[in-house]
């Protein structure tokens, strides 16, 4: 199949080279080098979506004979990333035959993480941008199928591995003024997210706060009076609106 000509169909062409650079890419990290066909893939590389640039990166990053093919990839790669607000993602071609590769902006801007943090070096300043990203496009911590879980698993398992290799060790705390408000010991990784309800730490803040926000007639904050004296303010401007239209209503059925 690796020897077939391209369809003569332009349209279809994407979606075939995607299949290629992936095979190639898995046949060359099992050992077995297909030179022919990356050379034919490489003049074929405008055609390409970006995750099958990716692949394709993976499989000649390391040969030093193709030394000008790999910039060019990295390039395209580095092109096809919008950057904005701290954060950076995959802008992926637009084809209805790669929806057959469940084509998504967070498979590819995976599928490129991965590629990068493999190969581009310990430069930093392109890679976490879209890991920054990455975790932020989940949705009740996860993304959206099964393909974008995996490849960007998989991403974030390579980059942590290389650039986060030492293992959590600190305490956090979170204060207002010299009130302390939560504390944790971070030690280790853990996919469990910890958490604490805002309210008891609203709580605390108003028991805790310091003596400057408190005024000689009452011991409690002057932002917990606030709250106590807006309250029963909308309570009686509720109570009042009831009593009009229950009276209103008398009025009329008379």
């Avoid at 970006?50 to 910039?71: C, E, P």
């Avoid at 305490?171 to 997210?193: D, H, K, V």
Wanted: with cysteine; proline share 4%; glycine share 6%.
């Amino acid at each position: 199949e690796l020897t077939r000509n391209l369809p003569a169909e332009e349209g279809v062409r994407p979606a075939y080279l995607v299949w290629q650079a992936f095979a190639v890419k898995v046949l060359a990290e099992g050992g077995r080098a297909q030179d022919a066909t990356v050379t034919r893939l490489l003049a074929n590389v405008d055609r390409m979506p970006v995750f099958a640039l990716a692949h394709l990166y993976d499989v000649i990053a390391g040969q030093l004979a193709r030394a000008a093919q790999r910039n060019d990839l990295l390039r395209r790669l580095r092109n096809a990333i919008t950057e904005e607000a701290g954060s950076a993602h995959v802008e992926e071609l637009t084809d209805p035959y790669l929806m057959w590769f469940w084509n998504s902006n967070i498979r590819s801007t995976a599928i490129t993480l991965g590629s990068l943090v493999r190969n581009a070096g310990d430069d930093l300043s392109m890679i976490r941008p879209i890991v920054r990203w990455l975790v932020e496009s989940r949705q009740k911590g996860r993304w959206g199928n099964t393909q974008e879980n995996a490849w960007a698993l998989e991403a974030l398992v390579d980059y942590y591995r290389k650039y986060e290799s030492v293992s959590p060790d600190f305490l956090a705390t979170a204060s207002l003024g010299s009130a302390t408000l939560a504390r944790r010991q971070f030690a280790g990784r853990s996919t469990e997210a910890p958490s604490r309800s805002a309210c008891s730490c609203i709580r605390k803040s108003l028991r805790e706060a310091p003596p400057s926000t408190r005024s000689e007639a009452s011991p409690s904050p002057e932002s917990a009076r606030r709250h106590s004296t807006t309250s029963r303010v909308w309570k009686a401007i509720a109570s009042s609106v009831g009593r009009t239209r229950c009276s209103g209503t008398r009025r009329t059925t008379r």
